[in-house]
Nanobody
Framework: QVHLVESGGGLVQAGGSLRLSCAAS????????MGWFRQAPGKEREFVAA????????YYADSVKGRFTISRDNAKNTMYLQMNSLKPEDTAVYYC????????????????WGQGTQVTVSS
């Protein structure tokens, strides 16, 4: 069992930056990959970024590549998503997730999810 809690969401102007954090507790000794997903009103959940347990492997959605950076600090049991050059279309609830098996872009291959944090980008 892994418990995930996101923080750092809020309101920001277009072109601005936010850093999301995801604090993990429970079986943090396991070799889990982690990822970020987002869901905007009326839209399906969308993959954003993922990172391997070691941090040596990363995946990004094309829509955020070059603007967002995923990272993790296992000593602090925390994952981050640095979001720069934010656009109104980035507005969504952002979810942190953990996979017990592999680095993946698929939401159905993640085992644990946080409650989400709202990111709103004004135009």
């Amino acid at each position: 069992q892994v418990h995930l809690v996101e923080s750092g969401g809020g309101l920001v102007q277009a072109g601005g930056s936010l850093r999301l954090s995801c604090a993990a507790s429970g079986r943090t000794f396991s070799r889990y990959a982690m990822g970020w997903f987002r869901q905007a009103p009326g839209k399906e959940r969308e993959f954003v970024a993922a990172i391997s347990w070691s941090g040596g492997g990363t995946y990004y959605a094309d829509s955020v590549k070059g603007r967002f950076t995923i990272s993790r600090d296992n000593a602090k049991n925390t994952m981050y998503l640095q979001m720069n050059s934010l656009k109104p279309e980035d507005t969504a609830v952002y979810y942190c997730a953990a996979s017990m098996t592999k680095l993946t872009r698929r939401g159905d291959e993640y085992d644990y999810w946080g409650q989400g944090t709202q990111v709103t980008v004004s135009s």
